[in-house]
């Protein structure tokens, strides 16, 4: 009967600490994803020209395009240049395909997709 109380005391603390460590990991993902973008602040501001163009003049330029945020998310992942000058953007390969279409919806202004956008409001960089 000792060694049973023994193995269940050992097993409930194991998948206590289980658990907060996956509590913990979840609850630190989102703004390290979100710190990812920290990049695109190098290059690119909300509303003038540094390296890149301002978020503001992506928006107009994508405004009229039905497929703009798959367009732009594949951009942001794969890079691109030759569309706002001489100097390319570069790929940015760390980032999931479900980070670069969030990246791509907040630069357009679009809401998150409905089964997103609890967990995405508050980790955007909009909330911080």
Not at 87 to 107: C, D, F, G, K, Y
Request: glycine share 6%; hydrophobic share 50%.
């Amino acid at each position: 009967m000792m060694a049973r109380r023994l193995s269940l005391a050992a097993g409930l603390k194991l998948g206590l600490l289980m658990l907060s460590l996956a509590s913990s990991t979840a609850q630190a993902a989102p703004a390290t994803d979100w710190r990812a973008f920290d990049a695109c602040m190098a290059c690119h501001a909300s509303d003038k020209t540094l390296v890149g163009p301002s978020f503001a003049a992506i928006r107009e330029r994508y405004a009229a395009q039905p497929d703009a945020p798959a367009q732009l998310a594949q951009r942001i992942k794969d890079g691109s240049s030759g569309r706002w000058g001489s100097v390319p953007m570069p790929a940015n390969s760390q980032l999931t395909p479900e980070l670069a279409s969030a990246a791509a919806r907040w630069i357009l202004g679009l809401k998150a997709p409905a089964a997103a956008s609890a967990s995405a409001a508050t980790s955007s960089p909009q909330a911080q």
